[in-house]
């Protein structure tokens, strides 16, 4: 059973830089796509940004060249780099994995909305508030 634990949440002011960092244990797959998903307060979950096994990155408009998605594969974690905080980054973030669907289909289709029911195991949430 795949587990994903996340951390690093917090509150910060806007243009200030936080780091997620998601913890994935129980998974024995070759081939995967690791996500971060948001949810604004009375929002639709939405696609942030994901990297597959190899190293391939896809990232929503909103956050391109503010976030970066990276991993270490030797300690099964998946990290968030965000910079440039705005208020509207605000949100609970979800680390996710799934080892079904393929990131040139996620980035044909888009991870804003397209990949988030695609996504087969989730962390629990991290809070993220940015305050003006």
């Known amino acids: 059973q795949v587990k994903l634990v996340g951390s690093g949440g917090g509150s910060v002011q806007a243009g200030n830089s936080l780091r997620l960092t998601c913890t994935v244990s129980g998974h024995t797959y070759n081939r995967y796509v690791l996500g971060w998903f948001r949810q604004g307060a009375g929002k639709e979950r939405e696609g942030v940004a994901a990297i597959d096994n190899f190293g391939v990155t896809t990232y929503a408009d909103s956050v391109k060249d503010r976030f970066t998605i990276s991993q270490d594969k030797y300690k099964n974690t998946l990290y968030l780099q965000m910079s440039d905080l705005k208020p509207e980054d605000t949100a609970i973030y979800f680390c996710?994995?799934?080892?079904?669907?393929?990131?040139?289909?996620?980035?044909?289709?888009?991870?804003?909305?397209?990949?988030?029911?695609?996504?087969?195991?989730w962390g629990q949430g991290i809070l993220v508030t940015v305050s003006p």
């Open positions: 996710a994995a799934d080892t079904e669907t393929y990131m040139t289909t996620i980035q044909a289709r888009g991870i804003l909305r397209w990949a988030v029911n695609q996504f087969e195991y």
